[in-house]
Nanobody, 114 residues
Framework: QVQLVESGGGLAQPGGSLTLSCTAT???????MRWYRQPPGKQREFVAV???????SYSNSVAGRFSITKDNVKNTIYLQMNKLQPEDTATYYC?????????WGQGTQVTVSS
């Protein structure tokens, strides 16, 4: 079963940028890949998705600020986060889905604060 490892989280100032990475232990070519996040004290929520063909979709709260991309050679997806706001503070999780099931990463913390 594929395993996912997220990285790139940390502390950013409001208006700043961070790039998250999620690397898989095997090919993600057939997987639909998603980023979710869980703010402190809240439920996990959808952030962005990239399909097999590279088409992307975003939640309303991050559209226009975040960008998800997929590198099938490196078995990695990225989440470029720009114009960060304190409301973006959360643990960010990578998710890989295909018809056989889904896999989650362990999460990476993003804190946006001055």
């Amino acid at each position: 079963q594929v395993q996912l490892v997220e990285s790139g989280g940390g502390l950013a100032q409001p208006g700043g940028s961070l790039t998250l990475s999620c690397t898989a232990t095997e090919s993600i070519f057939t997987y639909v890949m998603r980023w979710y996040r869980q703010p402190p004290g809240k439920q996990r929520e959808f952030v962005a998705v990239v399909g097999n063909g590279g088409a992307a979709s975003y939640s309303n709260s991050v559209a226009g600020r975040f960008s998800i991309t997929k590198d099938n050679v490196k078995n990695t997806i990225y989440l470029q986060m720009n114009k960060l706001q304190p409301e973006d503070t959360a643990t960010y999780y990578c998710n890989a889905w295909e018809s056989r099931g889904e896999v989650w990463g362990q999460g990476t913390q993003v804190t946006v604060s001055s």
